[in-house]
């Protein structure tokens, strides 16, 4: 007597057969999608490897935070914090949209004294960089 051998159940939306596992993302993500590298004063050409370097560590240090805890986040060589257009060179990014876009701006910092800034806006968990700010032109100097 042979025993039955039972019919492996494929979902009907896979293709190949395997079942898709849906990760979700822990910590914040981060988009160019509204990067302006053309900007007269936030641009980086010619910028040294250890720049780039430092940004990309940045990047990934902060992608293990929550949004909040980027926002909470004490740091002296973080210093992330909102920007206030009125202390600054600019009046906002200049995004279509910006009013509905934009609740907060926000700016860190790559380092503790050098490398400047990364300027742009969180919604949910990603942070959208707009400018690159490597020397810190957006606050002018106070004299």
């Known amino acids: 007597m042979s025993k039955k051998i039972k019919k492996t ?3 009907k939306n896979s293709t190949s057969g ?3 596992t849906k990760l979700k993302p822990q910590g914040i993500s981060f988009s160019f ?3 302006q590298d053309g900007h007269d004063k936030f641009y980086c050409n010619g910028r040294t490897t250890i720049y780039w370097l430092t940004l990309i ?3 990934k240090a902060l992608s293990g935070l929550s949004n909040r805890e980027l926002l909470v986040n004490r740091s002296s060589s973080l ?3 909102p920007i206030k257009w009125e202390d600054t ?3 906002g990014f200049g995004l279509p949209n910006e009013e509905q876009l934009v609740d907060t701006p ?3 910092s790559l380092s503790s004294n050098e490398h400047g800034r990364v300027h742009g806006f969180l919604i949910d968990e990603v942070f959208y960089i707009v400018w690159l700010d490597p ?3 957006l606050y002018p100097a106070k004299g």
Do not use: A, V
């Open 9 to 11: 159940k494929i979902p």
């Open 18 to 20: 395997i079942e898709s």
């Open 33 to 35: 999608k509204y990067y």
């Open 57 to 59: 560590d940045r990047l």
């Open 79 to 81: 210093r992330c914090h």
């Open 89 to 91: 060179s600019e009046n």
């Open 106 to 108: 926000y700016q860190f």
């Open 135 to 137: 020397d810190h032109l």
